[in-house]
Structures are given as structure tokens and as C-alpha cells.
T-cell receptor, first 111, second 115 residues
Framework: RKEVEQDPGPFNVPEGATVAFNCTYS??????FFWYRQDCRKEPKLLMS???SGNEDGRFTAQLNRASQYISLLIRDSKLSDSATYLC????????????FGTGTLLAVQP | DAGVTQSPTHLIKTRGQQVTLRCSPK?????VSWYQQALGQGPQFIFQ???????QRGNFPDRFSGHQFPNYSSELNVNALLLGDSALYLC??????????????FGEGSRLTVL
């Protein structure tokens, strides 16, 4: 079983759509979780952290279910500029911050 | 404020050769992590260096080794190259901090092609 699993997509959605990405992780002791974004041929960049109570940043909402070891990202009112690969990231290292990335989910927002 | 810089940006090697990739972390950062990203895959953790020591290691063979220098820069060495080592190698820097925010700063990567 992979440490962090994601549906690779691609997800093709029209502008304005709502799209949700899911992710599962194998290490129940993991304490911190993140979503990164990677544009084509660019380096990954932190999009947002994921907190136990759920958190929102504008059109983006992240949620965590520790019992199911499941993380989600919801994007509302998709924009063309949201087209990218979204990487689910789990800290497997505790204090040493060993970040493990999922395969990534490719999102293509169509005009 | 310089971000993470990596060199070389592209290189081509043949099977069995050895390669050294270099990374300078973002100013103020003391921890360097190396990742391998194959086409269509997410970055895979190779290892992490702090205070010139390897602190964490992923599931990579001993052919992959590294080093960190007193100025926090780092090298990744791969010996006995295989075709499957062809990938983008990403260096990421951060601060060794118990209040780590989760933000790794990545360089643009070194794209290695093994023929």
C-alpha cells in the first residue's frame, strides 16, 4: 500500500464548477497534513495546511478525517488558473518533518 | 532574497555512470530534503539533511547518497546509474523548527536523463 494515495485524474471540469479531491494515508501517527499545487513544469508550492476542524481559504476548503485517515480538498467556482496538479502531503516524520507526497491529481478547468 | 537554487538544470548520462547534483537552500533555511519526481508521479522522498547529517531516508538504495556542507548547501550523488533513475530531482529547503508550518521551498529541479 502506498503511504499517500490519490486518484491521479485527470479531472476535466468547466469554469465555475465545484470539484473535490480525496486522499488517504497509511500512517495513523501522522500529525500534519497539507495540499501543495504544482503547475506544469514548475516546482510544487504549498497551497494550504489541513487542520482537524477543517479550514477554508477563499474558494478552497480542506478537511481531515483522522479516523478514516482521509483528507479532502474542495475547490468552488473553478477558474482557468486553477488548472494544475494538486498534491496531497502528509508529514510522516513527526518533529523531523519528513513530508510524503501523493501521486497528485491533475485538474484541467475548461472555458 | 535568493530562493532555492539547483544545478545543473539538465544533464544526460549513460547507464553505469555517476552523477552529482547540487542545491543551495533559501536564505535562513538550514534543512535540505531531496525528492525524485518521475513523469506523471508525485515527488518521492529520498533523504533529508540537517546539521550535516542524514536525518531521514526514504525507500531508495544505497546508490543514492548525499552530503550537507557547513553553509547548508547540499549534494545528491547517484552511483551506477540505471535507466529508471531518469527523473526530475527536486531539492527543498526549510528550517528545522518544531513549529514547522509545512512549507517546503523547492528549487526548479535538475532533470536527469539516463541513456
Amino acid at each position: 500500500r502506498k503511504e499517500v494515495e490519490q486518484d491521479p485524474g485527470p479531472f476535466n471540469v468547466p469554469e465555475g464548477a465545484t470539484v473535490a479531491f480525496n486522499c488517504t494515508y497509511s500512517n495513523s501517527a501522522s500529525q500534519s497534513f497539507f495540499w501543495y499545487r504544482q503547475d506544469c513544469r514548475k516546482e510544487p508550492k504549498l497551497l494550504m495546511s489541513v487542520y482537524s476542524s477543517g479550514n477554508e481559504d477563499g474558494r478552497f476548503t480542506a478537511q481531515l478525517n483522522r479516523a478514516s485517515q482521509y483528507i479532502s480538498l474542495l475547490i468552488r467556482d473553478s477558474k482557468l488558473s486553477d488548472s494544475a496538479t494538486y498534491l496531497c502531503v502528509v508529514n510522516f516524520g513527526g518533529a523531523t518533518n519528513k513530508l510524503i507526497f501523493g501521486t497528485g491529481t491533475l485538474l484541467a478547468v475548461q472555458p | 532574497d535568493a530562493g532555492v537554487t539547483q544545478s545543473p538544470t539538465h544533464l544526460i548520462k549513460t547507464r553505469g555512470q555517476q552523477v552529482t547534483l547540487r542545491c543551495s537552500p533559501k536564505s535562513g533555511h538550514d534543512t535540505v530534503s531531496w525528492y525524485q519526481q518521475a513523469l506523471g508521479q508525485g515527488p518521492q522522498f529520498i533523504f533529508q539533511y540537517y546539521e550535516e547529517e542524514e536525518r531521514q531516508r526514504g525507500n531508495f538504495p544505497d546508490r543514492f547518497s548525499g552530503h550537507q556542507f557547513p553553509n547548508y548547501s547540499s549534494e545528491l550523488n547517484v552511483n551506477a546509474l540505471l535507466l529508471g533513475d531518469s527523473a526530475l530531482y527536486l531539492c527543498a529547503s526549510s528550517r528545522w523548527d518544531r513549529d514547522f508550518t509545512g512549507e517546503l521551498f523547492f528549487g526548479e529541479g535538475s532533470r536527469l536523463t539516463v541513456l
